[in-house]
């Protein structure tokens, strides 16, 4: 279940940090600047890269991992 995580880009780092936050897949794609369709696709790459199958899964190892900060800026 527990991949390296090493192998997400920047992107795929920031989409994990807002996951933990409990953004939806719309308000990611907003803070973002992407589509909906766009986190959609690239959630089903990170859930992949990582050997988990959910976003609460993907919350917890994201947590455990130390991989919810994502180099976001506050606003």
């Not at 991949?3 to 907003?30: C, D, F, M, Y």
């Not at 909906?36 to 690239?42: D, E, H, I, L, P």
């Not at 199958?53 to 917890?60: D, F, H, N, W």
């Amino acid at each position: 279940m527990h991949k390296p995580s090493s192998t997400l880009t920047q992107r795929e780092h920031q989409i994990v940090a807002l996951v933990v936050e409990g953004r939806s897949n719309r308000e990611i794609a907003t803070r973002l600047g992407l589509s909906a369709q766009t986190v959609k696709n690239q959630l089903s790459v990170i859930l992949d890269k990582l050997g988990v199958t959910s976003r609460v899964q993907l919350a917890v190892y994201a947590v455990r991992h130390h991989l919810d900060g994502g180099g976001l800026e506050e606003e």
